[in-house]
Nanobody, 123 residues
């Protein structure tokens, strides 16, 4: 069993930056694809970014391209999401995920979810 714990969320003004971290415990996630999803109030959960198990392949949803950067440190069992130039529409709960599928344009076969971390961007 894998536990995913997100951190780094908070309140930031538009144009600001935040760095989310997702620490995995229980088992290594080095063989899993990892990613971030988000869910805004009243909306469905949506894919944000994904990184293959090796780190060689990366996906972003169109709305965050050029602003967000996903990375991973397999030695530390941790995944990161650097979010720059934040906009009010980025406000959501952000969830870390471990998956078995990496099929453009999203991750598929998510088998583990974190509990989520709130990101609020004020205008």
């Amino acid at each position: 069993q894998v536990q995913l714990v997100e951190s780094g969320g908070g309140l930031v003004q538009a144009g600001g930056s935040l760095r989310l971290s997702c620490a995995a415990s229980g088992r290594t996630v080095s063989s899993h694809h990892m990613g971030w999803f988000r869910q805004a109030p009243g909306k469905e959960r949506e894919f944000v970014a994904g990184i293959s198990w090796s780190g060689d392949d990366i996906l972003y949803t169109e709305s965050v391209k050029g602003r967000f950067t996903i990375s991973r440190d397999n030695a530390k069992n941790t995944v990161f999401l650097q979010m720059n130039s934040l906009k009010p529409e980025d406000t959501a709960v952000y969830f870390c995920a471990a998956s078995v599928g990496f099929t453009r344009p999203t991750l598929t076969g998510v088998i583990y979810w974190g509990q989520g971390t709130q990101v609020t961007v004020s205008s």
